[in-house]
């Protein structure tokens, strides 16, 4: 059944639209990232407009990250007041991001860097993540019982900053200063790479600030949620490419998807989970490498010209 | 299909008396058109649409002798300027090095014919009216801004082709003893909206004897045109409507999940 999308303008078959929201909303409720680093590549390869790609990607990615954190919620696995902390940092960092984006669409390079950006951090924290999450898998294996995952909860000069606070789901008392740095960081890259940020946010939380797993995927969710409406209304209200119709059809499948996704993510081991968004993550920085270090079979690309 | 002709000729017949004759001594061969349909509305489930143009050529006197008639029907879609990238490897990574900028593109063009065209079409004319692919684009001075600038062109008339926005149909004109012709031209499904000029020419041994224009419009209707002037009048709200659509379908989605559970 085609159907035609009013802001993209072009007729996409509407059940492939539904899958694809499936299977990337599946990955989003699995793992507690928001989907965006899929949905923006697969909507292109699909034939939806960059721009149009990149601002209802992101729309999805509300619905996915709403569905899925309900679920944690009901677990108690939402540590809302660090959900705050980050979020004051990611808004920071995203006004900074939007700045920095602007400068490089002006020197026509942000294409490049983009695509720089996704290989250098997802190279990074996938196969950081990768290498620690088999580590421990192999550890817990031989020794028969499942070690909790190695948190920073040895004293170090972090603990010595000022600014201290109680993060009682968490179960942590330390300083406001490394989670805002991270939510900028995170909204930082998020605007940049037109991303929720959840692949970064999740390994940081947990290595770097030392929350335990069962509350990373639900606060790093609450926290994906508030950047991505902030992209959506930012992208609606700028360059107008959000199209409604083809995000409806995206959050059908997807919420289910996610839905689905967080039950089986309660089934998983900690290490497991790991492992595999590492390698998802992998798999998406190891095509984006190709994308830049093999030959394009067509060299030459149309960008439509907005006019002032 | 004959009979369905003549009366689409006998009813497209007053028009012909506005269609005026070029060039004063080829001025008893004119031509009578039409349109299957000059509306296009693109709804939720548009898949493209089938246009007929057809037509008949029209004289006092009977065919001259000399070149056979030939006929040339052009569709173009509304133009937009372009930027044209070309990437280069530096430092083992492709990047967009080069870049031309196009006055202005056809977003669809499609050229149908009689036979090939530079047989059938004298350079000075197309050059008049701006028939082939390579003369719709308009690209003045880009010769300047990078090397090989005609690689650009060339590689914008191939992504488009690809893509089967930009068309040749050689030979796909039927004409009927020098008299009747019709043309069958699709309009792709990724098309927006606005006005398509459709072009008929007669022409002979190169020249253009006479040349009619029709138009169709290509409108969005229903909820297509509901959501694209909202995101365009009303961007903000717009935004926040599909933010509260999210929202409401993440909730629902959790809370029929419970449901289904328990």
Redesign the interface.
């Known amino acids: ?4 999308l ?2 993209a ?3 996409i078959n509407a059940f492939l639209l539904l899958g694809l929201g499936g299977v990337v909303g599946f990955l989003s409720g699995m793992f507690g990232v928001g989907g965006g680093f899929l949905i923006t590549p697969l909507l292109l390869f699909i ?1 939806v407009p960059p721009g149009v790609a990149v601002a209802t990607g992101a ?2 990615v ?6 899925g954190m ?2 944690q919620m ?1 677990r108690r696995g939402v540590d809302f007041r660090m959900g705050w902390v980050l979020l004051v940092g990611g808004l920071l960092g995203s006004f900074i991001g939007v700045r920095v984006f602007a400068w490089m669409t002006a020197l ?2 942000i ?2 860097f983009v695509q720089l950006s996704y290989v250098l951090f997802l190279g990074l924290i996938g196969g950081m993540m990768f290498v620690e999450s088999l580590r421990s898998l192999i550890r817990s294996r031989r020794q028969g019982v499942a070690l909790p995952v190695k948190r920073a909860h040895i004293h170090t000069w972090v603990h010595r900053l000022p600014l201290k606070m109680k993060f009682r789901v968490s179960g942590l008392y330390i300083s406001l200063i490394p989670p805002v740095l991270i939510g900028a960081l995170v909204g930082f890259l998020s605007a940049i790479m037109g991303v929720g940020g959840g692949f970064i946010l999740v390994p940081a939380m947990i290595y770097l600030l030392g929350m335990p797993t069962r509350v990373v995927v639900g606060t790093s969710l609450f926290q994906i949620i508030f950047t991505t ?1 902030f992209t ?2 930012m ?4 360059s ?1 490419t ?1 199209d ?2 083809l ?2 059809l995206l ?2 499948g997807g ?2 998807g ?2 689905i996704g967080a039950q089986i993510s309660v089934r998983l081991q900690a290490e497991q989970l790991r492992i595999l968004l590492a390698l998802l993550v992998l798999a998406v920085c190891f095509k984006i490498a190709l ?6 079979s ?8 907005v ?1 002032p | 299909m004959i009979r369905g002709l003549a009366l689409l000729l006998a009813l497209s017949l007053p028009q012909a008396a506005a269609a005026q004759p070029l060039a004063p001594d080829t001025k008893h061969e004119t031509i009578v058109t039409g349109l299957s349909q000059n509306r296009v509305q ?7 649409s089938d246009i007929l143009i057809y037509g008949a050529v029209k004289r006092e006197t009977p065919p001259p002798e000399g070149p056979r008639l030939e006929v040339i029907v052009t569709v173009e879609g509304p133009s ?10 530096i430092a ?5 090095r080069a ?1 031309v ?1 196009i006055d202005s593109a056809p977003s669809f063009y499609a050229v149908t014919t009689t036979g090939p065209l530079p047989e059938i079409l004298s350079n000075t004319e197309d050059l008049r009216y701006r028939i082939s692919l390579g003369q719709a684009i308009r690209a003045i001075g880009i010769s300047a801004e990078a090397e090989n600038s005609g ?2 062109v060339e ?2 008339q191939r ?2 082709m690809d893509e089967n926005r930009y068309r040749m149909a050689i030979g796909r004109v039927q004409l009927l003893q020098e008299t009747l012709f019709r043309a069958d031209v699709d309009l792709p ?4 909206d606005g006005s398509y000029k459709v072009r008929l020419f007669i022409l002979r041994g190169g020249k253009v004897i006479d040349q009619q224009d029709r138009y169709i419009a290509v409108r ?1 209707t229903g ?3 509901d ?2 002037n909202l ?2 009048e009303q ?2 709200i ?6 509260l ?3 409401v ?7 029929g ?2 449901y289904l559970r328990t």
């Open positions: 059944m085609q159907i035609y009013p802001i303008e072009v007729s034939g729309n999805q509300v619905a996915s990250s709403i569905s309900l679920v009901k026509g390079q294409d490049l409406s959506t209304v992208h609606a209200v700028n107008q959000v409604m119709l995000a409806l959050i059908v919420v289910v996610a839905q994308d830049l270090l093999l030959q394009p067509e060299l030459f690309s149309i960008t439509p010209l006019l | 693109i709804t939720t489930n548009y898949e493209g937009q300027p372009l930027v044209l990238r070309r990437k280069e490897r083992g990574i492709w990047v967009n870049a900028t690689d650009f590689a914008l992504i488009r499904a990724n098309i927006g969005k909820l297509e045109r959501l694209f995101a365009h961007p903000f717009y935004g926040v409507i599909s933010l659509m999210a929202a379908a993440g909730w629902a989605a959790s809370a999940f419970r």
